[in-house]
């Protein structure tokens, strides 16, 4: 079956130490997002690709670095730069970016937490 | 800047009783209004798109409406199963060249038997 597969499910982060949230789709999309979801708020736009080797900042890359090296994958790093990582984290792709207006599709998310 | 507002915040219904959530947007040029459905930890799962005022779209007892500054999710009788979170995004055409979505913060929708 094509989907998004995340991983992992729960992740827990110490105090100065970078994580690393994965993403793989077999959906042969070229365009991949990361948002972040808080309680009680919409879903926000960390990251974007829409091609290999190319990546643009969202609403609020600070403290967040991606990278695009296949077309199938898009991990998202979570630096110790982000103060307040605490959030479900939530991958989604779709066909093609910009003139597109095609549906985004998402996996089941990462939800992570600070120990 | 795009905006979108979902209301209520959260709706608590019987087993079978009809019931309508609105999302309100402002948005330059819009190219695409989303429904999506969320289940607790889980990922938001695609139900419509609507692209152009007067559109409607259906599925199963779902229905989606678009206004030219809303867009409304028709629930006809519903069933415990339809309990989840309902989000809408809206993509403007405006500024950026990028497929960005705007998200509202849902509608937790409750249906109790």
């Known amino acids: 079956d094509g989907g998004i597969t995340q991983s992992p499910k729960y992740l827990f982060r110490k105090e100065g130490q970078n994580v690393t949230l994965s993403c793989e789709q077999n959906?042969?999309?070229?365009?991949m997002y990361w948002y972040r979801q808080d309680p009680g708020q919409g879903l926000r736009l960390i990251y974007y690709s829409q091609i290999v080797n190319d990546f643009q900042k969202g609403d609020i890359a600070e403290g967040y670095s991606v990278s695009r090296e296949k077309k199938e994958s898009f991990p998202l790093t979570v630096t110790s730069a982000q103060k307040n990582p605490t959030a479900f984290y939530l991958c989604?792709?779709?066909?093609?970016?910009?003139?597109?207006?095609?549906?985004?599709?998402f996996g089941d998310g990462t939800r992570l937490s600070i120990l | 800047e795009d905006q979108v507002t979902q209301s209520p915040e959260a709706l608590r219904l019987q087993e079978g009783e009809s019931s309508s959530l609105n999302c309100s947007y402002t948005v330059s040029g819009l190219r695409g209004l989303f429904w999506y459905r969320q289940d607790p930890g889980k990922g938001p799962e695609f139900l419509f798109t609507?692209?152009?005022a007067g559109e409607e779209k259906e599925k199963e007892r779902l229905k989606a409406t678009l206004t030219k500054k809303e867009s409304f999710l028709h629930i006809t009788a519903p069933k415990p199963e339809d309990s989840a979170t309902y989000l809408c995004?809206?993509?403007?055409?405006?500024?950026?060249?990028?497929?960005?979505?705007?998200f509202g913060q849902g509608t937790i929708l409750t249906v109790h038997p």
């Open positions: 995004a809206v993509q403007g055409a405006g500024g950026t060249s990028y497929g960005k979505l705007t």
């Open positions: 609507l692209y152009s």
């Open positions: 989604a792709s779709s066909p093609l970016a910009g003139y597109s207006n095609q549906p985004q599709h």
């Open positions: 959906l042969n999309h070229d365009a």
